[in-house]
């Protein structure tokens, strides 16, 4: 493995079937592992919250890609017509596109690959981490919707799982409490104390960055030692 001095940062075009997806690729100096970030409920690349997790996560010297599960077409109708938004399978399959794109790539075939994902992202990231065993090093969730990954993809995760949920935010942490449940992987589920949905409230991104960067810091040391 390389380790750049430099912290790199390119727009990249992945291909999946006969669409190109945008996203953007950091590489901190002396990265340990990539984390793709799965985006929902009409978010993409440019979506603040997620990108503030980003930079938690490049200051922990892991690199970051966030890219548009959505096309600019798919993303126009999706925002009137909220049709792709919860089509799981497709979100899924552009996960794994992805995710074979940047195993592809030279100056990344050889570190960790982690998952982040956010509302119905989250449950793409988990189906595709079941699918991809033990080629995906760690698993985090935001907010996330886990439960609609089904029973069958929960119980076949093998990548160590962390789900973060806002302590106000009740109709998900019961979500999450059932699909913590099924998981059968190493797990952990963390509620921020106070914070609602979207973790406006004053500090709750931060812990939310803190406790990813950990959590991929952590088992992505270990998968590479592994290697």
């Known amino acids: 493995m390389t380790h750049s001095t430099l912290t790199t940062a390119r727009e990249v075009r992945i291909p999946s079937g006969d669409a190109r997806l945008y996203g953007d690729l950091v590489l901190p100096p002396g990265f340990g592992g990539v984390v793709l970030f799965a985006h929902g409920s009409g978010s993409g690349r440019h979506s603040a919250r997620n990108r503030q997790v980003a930079r938690s996560l490049q200051q922990a010297g892991i690199a970051t890609l966030l890219f548009d599960l959505l096309t600019v077409e798919e993303e126009q109708l999706d925002l009137s017509t909220r049709v792709h938004r919860f089509d799981i399978a497709l979100l899924t399959h552009r996960m794994h596109d992805a995710t074979q794109w940047l195993a592809a790539q030279p100056e990344l075939k050889d570190f960790p690959i982690g998952y982040f994902g ?89 812990q939310v960055g803190h406790a990813a960067a950990s959590w991929f810091a952590k088992h992505m040391a270990t998968a590479e030692h592994e290697t």
């Open 118 to 206: 956010a509302s119905t992202g989250s449950a793409a990231a988990l189906i595709a981490a079941a699918r991809l065993g033990d080629r995906i090093a760690a698993v985090v969730s935001r907010g996330g919707r886990p439960d609609l990954a089904g029973p069958a993809a929960l119980d076949a995760v093998t990548a160590p799982t962390l789900l973060i949920v806002g302590g106000a935010d009740h109709t998900v942490i019961e979500l999450n409490q059932e699909a913590f449940q099924r998981l059968r992987c190493h797990k952990r589920l963390e509620v921020i104390p106070g914070a609602t949905h979207l973790f406006e409230e004053r500090g709750a991104l931060e």
